[in-house]
């Protein structure tokens, strides 16, 4: 079996998923969600895009689709889920992982290359890093911040299910480090097991050496 | 069953940032308005047949609790009128 990337109307990361895993030697495939999950995928990918034109909320139709509840399944059963931008919107949206991802501070649509510090190296997204590690990884959303109430805030970083924070170069998680207001920097969750986990920046564009930055293989590698 | 038009409104919870209000305020204000503090909100018109204003509003709610509203950052309140 492979990776099923889901496709839905207004996907646009799926590709290059696909080329990112297949650059680390992962199997994988593209699934259209209208087709169902294939049986016992070895991990699930939504990828980032602008699923049914954002409508709503960003990820809030593509989660209230019937492959979710594929996913969800899947999830269950220790399939390995990866949301990445519009997949962590959907994410949150399908009640996968905690919190929203609501507009984000600047109102604006922003793409730019931003550091994150990886705060829980045990987990298989971050295995490849060490707590500490500052990593280089591009975001490209216009509704990345993440919102939740304090009390549950508190109870994820308790239970170390904040994997990734933004931060500037040196580690440091600061306000100006912030590209999108999130609450305490976060900018990557785990679900309510390891094996589930979104994050708004783009590890699968940061994974071939052909274009730059490799910092994101690591996350990805998690499929292995 | 009677015809009802329940009217949805979701809005942010207290205390959550609404960025799209304040570059709206702000270009109201270089209209040259005058404000102390603008929110926004989202309202769905949803029209139903159901047995009784109450049915309409129960299914209303289920609505907003299952799609238009996000309860982990929205507040939302239903009406009901007959149509």
């Known amino acids: 079996m492979s990776v099923a990337v889901i496709r839905f109307g207004g996907s646009n990361c799926d590709r290059d998923a696909v080329r990112a895993l297949e650059h680390l030697g992962i199997e994988c495939e593209i ?9 016992d995928p070895d991990g699930i990918v939504i990828p980032g895009g602008f699923s049914y034109g954002d409508y709503l909320r960003a990820g809030a139709m593509a989660a209230r689709t019937p492959v979710l509840d594929d996913v969800r399944a899947a999830a269950d059963s220790g399939t390995p889920v990866l ?3 519009n997949g962590a919107q959907i994410g949150s949206e399908s009640g996968l992982t905690p919190g929203a991802f609501t507009t984000n501070r600047s109102a604006r649509f922003q793409c730019e290359p931003v550091y994150l510090r990886v705060e829980n190296a045990d987990t298989p997204w971050t295995d490849a890093y060490d707590v500490g590690d500052v990593i280089e990884i591009p975001i490209a959303h216009g509704e990345g911040r993440f919102e939740i109430d304090d009390d549950r805030l508190a109870t994820m970083e308790d239970d170390d299910r904040v994997i990734f924070r933004y931060c500037d170069a040196d580690g440091e998680i600061t306000d100006a480090a912030n590209p999108n207001g999130s609450k305490h920097n976060v900018a990557g969750v785990l679900g309510e097991d390891d094996h589930i986990a979104v994050l708004m920046p783009h590890p699968e564009r940061a994974s071939l050496p052909d274009i730059g930055p490799t910092d994101g293989q690591g996350i990805l590698r998690a499929f292995e | 069953m009677t ?3 329940a009217t949805v409104t979701v809005r942010l919870k207290r205390g959550v940032l609404d960025p799209e209000a304040e570059t709206t305020q702000q270009a109201l204000e270089r209209l040259g308005f005058e404000l ?3 929110r926004s909100a989202d309202r769905f018109e949803v029209d139903v047949d159901a047995d009784d204003a ?3 509003e129960t299914r209303a709610a289920e609505m907003a609790e299952r799609l238009l509203a996000n309860p982990t950052i929205h507040d939302y309140e239903v009406e009901v009128a007959e149509a």
Do not use: M
């Open chain 2, 3 to 5: 015809a009802y038009t």
């Open chain 1, 83 to 85: 949301g990445v931008c």
């Open chain 2, 54 to 56: 109450d049915d309409a």
């Open chain 2, 36 to 38: 102390e503090d603008l």
């Open chain 1, 31 to 39: 699934v259209w969600h209208g087709d169902g999950l294939p049986a």
